[in-house]
DNA sequence: GTCTCTCCCCTAGATGATCTAGGAGAGAGC
DNA sequence: GCTCTCTCCTAGATCATCTAGGGGAGAGAC
């Protein structure tokens, strides 16, 4: 069995979700688009994951929604980046920088 | 609360650990000692997750096991990269490569 | 005016790696 | 004999993610 993407980069998900966020308000079909587009292609979010992910960081306080109508003229649910979500999302970028870090210096090692 | 470590990086284990075994026979405990070195300090194996995953990664075939005698005089496990083993860590480094990358990329859009 | 397509939301249940929180044997040094 | 460190191991819980759906509502085609 191939292992799937998550599996091998679980928890990066609020990340990419904060990060996109931080660019500006973007209901959860466009986060997903977003982070597709932005990754070349190589990220893509599934809605399984996406939604629950989303909850929970409203849950905490990172993100809030509203709901509003997107460019096509349908009802979406916007989200925007809190003032704890912005310190949220600098901590986790620092938090990936050193564990991406450390994983390089154990794949150079010889 | 905190998250953990491998909250954000689950499912590098088995990279760190078949990268670890490509530089030679290790037991164990030596296999954990050796990501900490090398990842100064950063990575840090729980042994409740270490054992399950080499139990894991042999049952795949991409390790081997035997046992010995440690340098200090103690019965250990060695284990060893197989052929399949080795085919299986380019994988994961390649697979690493291009989602660390990707992320790297979210990171950094504006 | 109805069909289909795309946009957009959502959920229940299963999966599976990892963590918690232990237990245990056996050299070595005192 | 006591304690320290080395070394192995496991059962059960946790929790993000995946699978595999469901549904409503514009918009364009015919």
Redesign the pocket.
């Known amino acids: 069995?191939a292992k799937?993407?998550?599996?091998l980069l679980?928890?990066?998900?609020?990340l990419q979700i904060l990060k996109t966020l931080a660019l500006g308000e973007q209901?959860?079909?466009?986060i997903a688009q977003r982070i597709q587009q932005t990754s070349e292609g190589v990220l893509n979010?599934?809605?399984?994951?996406l939604?629950?992910?989303?909850?929970?960081l409203e849950e905490q306080g990172w993100i809030s929604s509203s709901w509003d109508v997107?460019?096509?003229?349908?009802?979406?649910?916007?989200y925007k980046l809190t003032r704890t979500g912005q310190k949220q999302l600098a901590e986790e970028v620092a938090n990936w920088e050193r564990l991406s870090g450390a994983i390089e210096l154990v794949l150079q090692s010889s």
Not at 4 to 7: C, G, I, S, T, Y
């Open positions: 069995m799937k993407q998550a599996d679980q928890g990066t998900l609020d209901h959860g079909w466009g979010i599934n809605q399984g994951s939604y629950p992910a989303l909850y929970r997107s460019d096509n003229n349908r009802q979406a649910k916007y």
